[in-house]
């Protein structure tokens, strides 16, 4: 074999059952995009060919993880499986104590009922839609210190999840350390790009905060994607299994919110993990209000034990490397033929750039939204967006605008092949071609709460 042939990033499985999907004509997807207010989130999956909505809770569970599912242990306290997830959180992760959530907005309510007071600020890596408005629904304001490099998607720098630490500096400065209950951090942002922290910036942050008493909570939900990185880009790491960065990450942490139906290979699931015993006496109150019993979280005990098989696989790097590779390449197709997206590539997904695909739509005519839609309508691959819309509204009810317009190709974990991401990039290149004669979208109706979700627009002539 030549020198140069690197070695392929191929699946460490093989199938073993498949999941048969409708084709539809694209006179079938445009009466289904109109019935949909040009919204993805509002679509039939049953319309969709390949579903790249979201990661979340759409990976392949392995035969080990059913396998679990059937020894579910289902009384209402004290069940097997939550005895299995709890160990296994201890050991992976090295958080002291656990606390099941139905996902993780579920523990993201509880951590901010619990830490939040009015008036409060939260720092963090970027925004997550649902962990700030948890944050605002409890009376505190967010704000953010990713740094600059984070809100421009050409740069390359590799650790675009990182804290600008002088960004949190001020704001220790201007609202004292009394009004920070904790700084939010993100393991793989979401909203940049699946952008990974460096294990030297959260070094540094841990410093920072430790000297002003201020805790760290670890938004984990992507932890072993951002393992990876540091893995495969960090100075010092290159020999490190992820599962030892994973740990590591943790450890410099003292809490964490998890949905587990990304990085944990399961369909539902999540948790709050921390170490001190007083946030979790009280959590562990609270998740009775809200979810269930301390032991069960609004889970059934066979979704523990899935989880809990979940999060040791999640954490071998054949798993991790197989997973971040597939990403890769449909990345490096997308951008052979042109399209652009967002650098360096992320870890769960390619982030189309609206903006420069789309450069005579203004933003408050949705790009990203707009993207979203036509590319359906080409091939029935269905993506979302992560824009304007995303970004809702302020406290006072203006729209945020946020820098980063982008359509999100997120992509499950053990669920397509090869030839699909081909597919997908071939749909991407064709509506690139075809960008000039594209129009944008109106906004005609809008909820309350996290819009993007249930939102309808209307095509503009
Ligand atoms: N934090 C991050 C970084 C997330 O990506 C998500 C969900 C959550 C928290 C909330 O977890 O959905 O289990 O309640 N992200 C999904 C997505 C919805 O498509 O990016 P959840």
Same mark, same amino acid.
């Given at each position: 074999m030549p020198k140069n042939i690197k070695h392929s990033w191929a699946e460490p499985y093989k199938m073993k059952m498949v999941e048969l999907l409708k084709m539809t004509t694209p006179a079938q997807?445009?009466? @289904?995009?109109?019935?949909?207010?040009?919204?993805?989130? *509002? $679509?039939?999956?049953?319309?969709?060919?390949?579903?790249? $909505?979201?990661?979340?809770?759409?990976?392949?569970m392995s035969d080990r993880q059913w396998a679990g599912m059937m020894l579910g242990d289902e009384a209402y306290a004290g069940s097997r499986n939550?005895?299995?997830?709890?160990?296994?959180?201890?050991?992976?992760?090295?958080?002291?104590?656990?606390?099941?959530?139905?996902?993780?907005?579920?523990?993201?309510?509880?951590?901010?009922?619990?830490?939040i007071k009015k008036g409060d600020i939260i720092p963090g890596n970027m925004y997550f839609t649902t962990t700030r408005l948890h944050q605002e629904l409890s009376g505190g304001k967010f704000e953010d210190i990713i740094i600059d490099e984070a809100h421009d998607p050409d740069n390359e720098f590799p650790f675009k999840g990182n804290v600008d630490l002088n960004k949190l500096e001020k704001l220790i400065k201007k609202y004292g350390a009394k009004k920070i209950p904790y700084v939010s951090i993100a393991t793989s942002v979401n909203m940049a790009g699946g952008q990974p922290i460096s294990m030297k910036n959260l070094k540094e942050l841990r410093a920072l905060t430790k000297k002003h008493g201020i805790r760290i909570i670890h938004d984990m939900t992507r932890v072993a994607e951002n393992?990876?990185?540091?893995?495969?880009?960090?100075?010092?790491?290159? =020999?490190?299994?992820?599962?030892?960065?994973?740990?590591?990450?943790?450890? $410099?942490?003292?809490g964490a919110t998890m949905s587990a139906k990304k990085d944990a290979l399961v369909n539902i699931g999540g948790f709050l993990a921390v170490n001190d015993w007083d946030v979790f006496e009280e959590a562990r109150n609270l998740v009775?209000?809200?979810?269930?019993?301390?032991?069960?979280?609004?889970l059934a005990g066979r979704d523990m034990e899935a989880m809990a098989i979940g999060i040791h696989e999640s954490i071998s790097d054949d798993h991790i490397r197989a997973r971040v590779g597939q990403v890769i390449y449909l990345g490096n197709q997308m951008m052979n033929y042109g399209v652009p997206i967002v650098h360096p590539i992320g870890g769960h997904g390619i982030f189309v750039d609206a903006k420069k695909f789309l450069p005579h739509i203004?933003?408050?005519?949705?790009?990203?939204?707009?993207?979203?839609?036509?590319?359906?309508?080409? =091939?029935?691959?269905?993506?979302?967006?992560?824009?304007?819309?995303? @970004?809702?509204?302020?406290?006072?009810?203006?729209?945020?605008?946020?820098?980063?317009?982008?359509?999100?190709?997120?992509?499950?974990?053990?669920?397509?092949?090869?030839?699909?991401?081909?597919?997908?990039?071939?749909?991407?290149?064709?509506?690139?071609?075809?960008?000039?004669?594209?129009?944008?979208?109106?906004?005609?109706?809008?909820?309350?709460?996290?819009?993007?979700?249930? @939102?309808?627009?209307?095509? *503009?002539?």
């Open positions: 997807r445009k009466r @289904a995009l109109q019935e949909a207010g040009y919204n993805t989130f *509002l $679509l039939r999956s049953e319309d969709v060919y390949i579903d790249l $909505l979201t990661d979340s809770g759409t990976s392949a939550f005895y299995n997830l709890e160990k296994t959180v201890k050991e992976v992760y090295g958080y002291k104590y656990l606390v099941p959530t139905h996902q993780g907005r579920g523990a993201e309510n509880i951590l901010s009922k619990i830490l393992a990876y990185f540091i893995q495969q880009k960090e100075k010092g790491y290159e =020999s490190k299994p992820v599962k030892e960065i994973v740990k590591e990450i943790c450890s $410099l942490t003292d009775v209000v809200y979810e269930g019993l301390h032991t069960y979280g609004g203004p933003q408050d005519h949705f790009p990203a939204q707009t993207l979203a839609a036509e590319v359906y309508q080409d =091939s029935g691959v269905r993506t979302m967006e992560r824009g304007i819309v995303s @970004a809702g509204r302020k406290p006072n009810g203006e729209n945020y605008h946020p820098k980063l317009e982008l359509a999100r190709f997120t992509i499950p974990r053990r669920v397509y092949t090869q030839a699909h991401m081909d597919v997908i990039a071939e749909s991407a290149a064709r509506v690139y071609e075809r960008r000039k004669q594209i129009k944008g979208l109106k906004m005609v109706y809008e909820p309350r709460y996290l819009r993007f979700f249930q @939102a309808r627009f209307e095509k *503009l002539k």
